[in-house]
């Protein structure tokens, strides 16, 4: 099943997502786990958080595929003995990052719930993060790189951030209008999203 995902403006994006009861059903989990994925493909993210299809708990998933798959040219510019960075295609339930550490970069991040905005967000290089897996393995893992980053990003909206809170004041104030208008549902978007409005509109 195809969630509509959330735009900007909805509270469930602003608060701290609760653990994931040990006792929840393992079909239950399974299922939240497939329509998120089927959910994030049909809208061409790399990641998806659960209050993102309005749910306030603690789970993301996320492939990083599209982010660091090669085509021929990119192969070619690769320098010798430089490893291109592997896909991670991973659900994550209750995480807790245990650490960011290593030099800070910058990219120009997009969320699927704040449709057509990009901006330069600057995170830390590595991470350690304890999480279960879907079959609720306990992993305490290290990831860098693009993973690390997709990671950072799903793991802020378990926190209730958005990526638009990391950005200096003079860039918010810049974009205030603009993300106004996002969750009113004034934006393009190629698939199904949930606005604060919806309700009140119709
Ligand atoms: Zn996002």
């Known amino acids: 099943m195809i969630y509509s995902i959330v735009a900007i403006g909805d509270p469930v994006l602003k608060t701290k997502a ?6 929840l059903p393992a079909a239950e989990l399974k299922q939240l786990i497939a329509d998120m994925y089927e959910t994030m493909y049909s809208a061409s993210g790399v990641g998806l958080a659960a209050p993102q299809v309005g749910k306030a708990v603690r789970l993301f998933v996320m492939d990083s595929g599209p982010m660091v798959d090669l085509d021929e040219e990119d192969l070619a ?5 430089e490893v291109p960075e592997p896909a991670v295609k991973r659900a994550f339930i209750n995480p807790q990052m245990v650490s960011e550490t290593g030099e800070e970069w910058g990219f120009e991040e997009g969320c699927l719930s704040i449709p057509g905005v990009r901006e330069l967000v600057t995170r830390h290089a590595d991470i ?3 999480y279960e897996d879907e079959n609720r393995q306990v992993h305490e893992e290290a990831f860098s790189g693009m993973a690390a ?3 950072q990003h799903e793991y802020d909206h378990l926190e209730g951030i958005l990526f638009t809170d990391k950005l200096s004041g003079f860039k918010k104030q810049l974009l205030k209008g603009k993300l106004a208008r996002i969750s009113k549902g004034d934006v393009r978007h190629e ?5 604060v409005g919806d309700g009140r509109r119709r």
């Open 191 to 195: 698939y199904r999203m949930k606005f």
């Open 149 to 151: 980053r997709v990671i």
């Open 128 to 130: 350690v993060l304890r």
């Open 77 to 81: 510019e690769l320098e010798e003995g």
């Open 18 to 23: 609760k653990n994931i009861a040990a006792d």
